[in-house]
């Protein structure tokens, strides 16, 4: 069995890369891509790089999780 990369919201870097994203929510990375891609989802694009903050990927998943 795989170990997972991120065991907690402490383990993730302070901007995550989609590869990052991936990992951290067990999603492939074309998903990632695609959500990263969402006007709704705080990502950053930084020449051809597109990276989250972490606390403002924290942040909106707590805001998903009420949506429940």
Do not use: H, N
């Not at 074309?30 to 705080?42: C, G, I, K, M, N």
Request: no cysteine.
């Amino acid at each position: 069995m795989k170990e997972e990369k991120y065991q907690d919201y402490a383990d993730l870097p302070l901007f995550l890369s989609v590869q990052d994203l991936a990992d951290a929510m067990r999603i492939s990375r074309t998903v990632a891509y695609e959500l990263a891609r969402r006007e709704d989802f705080p990502s950053i694009t930084v020449g051809s790089r597109i990276i989250v903050p972490r606390e403002k990927f924290i942040a909106w998943v707590d805001r998903q999780a009420e949506k429940k």
